[in-house]
């Protein structure tokens, strides 16, 4: 056999050879393709989350369903019902839907929001946002909060976690109650 034939046929044979590795081993190109960031890396059904402090509930955070994204510091609430204590004093919510942003330390809520305070104060509002550095809940939407036939509206408003200290904001008016007959 000439020197020529066996280069060609030596070529022939490593070409076959990295052809059949290279189908051999070939990853579809969607398995490659990364996951974007808001999917989800886990979702389960009924969740219960909570902070406590010297053996006392400072928080809980309880959600029908939840979705946990990759990069695992958001968390996707739906039915929320939380609340948060101080001492004898408990503020509740439920809202239709939330977000948990560990990164931040904020979970905000959405979706019909309606609060109560064991001393009979009620909110509604279109969102609440919680900070939990600051322990302050906050909302930047309007709002009415009703305790003792008195009415406080506003744009939006800072206060303590369970509701004593309302700063309003923001077209800001306290008022009697309407008493309808």
Known sequence: MQKGNKIAII???????????????????????????????????????SEEKDGKTLWRIKADHVRIESNKNII?????????????????????KGIYNKKKQTVYVEGNVVGKTRDGLVLHSKNLTYNLKTQILST???FTAEKDNRVLTGNSFTADRVMRIITAKGNAKLADKEVKQ
């Not at 070409?15 to 590795?21: E, H, K, P, S, Y």
């Open 11 to 49: 070529f022939l044979v490593f070409v076959a050879i990295a052809v059949g590795l290279y189908l051999l081993f070939e990853t579809p190109a969607d398995v490659m393709t990364p996951l974007s960031e808001a999917e989800a890396a886990m979702e389960f059904d009924n969740s219960d989350m």
């Open 76 to 96: 996707h609430l739906t039915g929320v019902k939380a609340f948060w204590a101080d001492g004898d004093n408990e503020f509740r919510i439920t809202a239709k």
């Open 140 to 142: 930047d939407k309007f």
